[in-house]
């Protein structure tokens, strides 16, 4: 058996008998129960009791009893100091009510005082997701899919004589997670800024979320409930959901440049050189820019459910120095940018990162500038962050735009230095190189407040 809590006392003295009728089930009375009684006199009621084998004990209204259950008949001791009484009830068929008469006597007095009570258990509650109840449940998901809870006690009675509620934020190994967001607010209609969505702080509703989970691993969501039936109050068991999150795992992302075909979405096949800098048709200096010449490109790959690899790139610094023919003050120059140039780190262009292959496991760049005759030399020190993401494919029964988020996995800093340089012969001649650091794995998010749009002229002084 288990532990309950029943709950009925007279102003005296009281001998608590609860017979049970037929059911479908045998009925314990371990747990917390509350409720009133009424009669000669009225009161609240309110009752805890464990259960060992058929052996019960536990308290009414404060009063030490001890009794038996046999599973289909609960017999209690005095609940009061001094005399003795007997009580008899029938179990609701949910085992949640338990409604009957009682009779204490004043053995002092002789008197009989009778009455009727009514107790209710107010159990672990329900939480509810996507239509089903996961409380003391091992539910599976993935990172970056949206969770949203709900919680209430497991029968009306108690839920109408719910007086608060309490929820965990997530948790990992009993302490709040670091894995877990309220969200991530750039979308591809909407990224001039970005930024994280903390996790909700109202812990005290019916509901908890929206949440999502950033990394695999195991987590889990507590809630539970106080209630006042009749004057009697008391507080739920706290019910335990727990969350199995899948995930990208063995991420890798390779880095080359050079010689791959871009236009055919090539990936790298191991790390290698980068491209090299040119001078291109228009006339442009660039790093990469042709086939066989690409700037840079990035490739990941990882054991992951169904999803798609996200890119977002950060220009971290951009600076073209431009030096006129004519004579005069070198110009320092800025990509356009919103809302003011020379701010950085800056989104690139757009969200999600624009440049990659069909299969969206390969990101290219191959920045550029163009080389005005008004200039005699041109200088670009570039340097950019690109942020792997992952974003999983949205649950069937999940509607709207915030079914998931991506999650991030990881980042690479890389940087170009370029110089062109007009010679007697009215030709450019290019110099410089690029260079890539090595894939960082990261569970921070890219965030941004100035967005270079690369659309239009660069702002020069």
């Known amino acids: 058996m288990t532990l309950r809590q029943c709950a009925l006392i007279s102003p005296l003295f009281a001998l608590l008998v609860l017979g049970s009728g037929a059911r479908a089930q045998n009925c314990s009375l ?24 058929t052996s019960v004990s536990g308290t ?18 005095a609940v009061a100091k001094h005399g003795y009484g007997s009580a008899s009830g ?39 997701f996507n239509g089903a109840n996961i409380a003391g449940q091992t539910t599976s998901v993935v990172a970056g899919q949206e969770i949203m809870l709900t919680g209430q006690a497991p029968n009306q009675e108690c839920v109408s004589a719910t007086v608060s509620q309490q929820w965990s934020l997530p948790l990992e190994n009993g302490k709040q997670t670091k894995n877990a967001v309220g969200g991530y607010t750039p979308t591809p209609t909407s990224y001039a800024t970005a930024s994280v969505t903390p996790l909700p702080t109202d812990t005290t509703t019916t509901s908890y979320g929206p949440f999502y989970f950033t990394s695999p691993g195991t987590y889990t969501m507590t809630y539970q409930y106080t209630f006042d039936i009749n004057g009697a109050s008391g507080t739920s068991p706290v019910s335990t959901a727990t969350f199995t999150t899948d995930g990208p795992t063995g991420v890798s992302l390779l880095i080359c440049g050079g010689d791959i075909d ?50 977002v790139q950060r220009i971290m610094g951009d600076v073209v120095t431009a030096t006129p023919s004519a004579g005069g003050a070198v110009q320092t120059c800025y990509p356009p940018e919103v809302p003011a140039v020379g701010v950085f780190p800056g989104l690139d262009t757009a969200y999600t990162y624009p440049i990659v292959n069909p299969a969206g496991t390969t990101a290219y760049d191959n920045p550029s500038v163009g080389l005005p005759n008004s200039y005699k030399k041109v ?10 993401m992952w974003t999983p494919t949205a649950a069937a029964e999940c509607t709207g735009d915030a079914c998931t988020i991506p999650v991030p996995l990881g980042y690479v800093n890389w940087k170009v230095s370029a110089t062109a340089k007009l010679n007697k012969k009215g030709t450019w001649v290019p110099s410089g190189s690029g260079s890539a650091h090595e894939f960082v794995a990261s569970s921070s998010y890219p965030t941004w407040t100035s967005w270079v749009t690369y659309m239009g002229s660069l702002v020069c002084h």
Not at 264 to 285: F, Q, R, S
Not at 379 to 388: D, Y
């Open 30 to 53: 371990a747990g917390q129960w509350t409720g009133s009684y009424s009669g000669d006199s009225s009161g609240s009621v309110a009752a805890s009791f464990t259960e060992t084998g």
């Open 60 to 77: 009414v209204n404060g009063l030490s009893v001890t009794g038996t259950n046999d599973g289909s008949q609960v017999s209690l001791g």
């Open 90 to 128: 029938t179990f609701s068929a949910d085992c949640s009510t338990l409604s009957g008469t009682w009779i204490a006597v004043n053995t002092k007095k002789h008197k009989t005082k009778t009455g009727t009570f009514t107790i209710i258990q107010c159990g672990a509650p329900t939480m509810m």
């Open 262 to 311: 871009e236009n055919d979405g090539a990936d790298c096949t191991g790390n290698g050189p980068l491209g090299k800098v040119a001078i291109n048709p228009g006339p442009v200096l660039q790093f990469g820019g042709t086939a066989g010449n690409v700037g840079i490109a990035m490739t990941a790959t990882a054991t992951a459910p169904p999803g798609n690899f996200t890119w």
């Open 379 to 388: 200088s670009r020190a570039f340097s950019a962050m690109m942020n792997l």
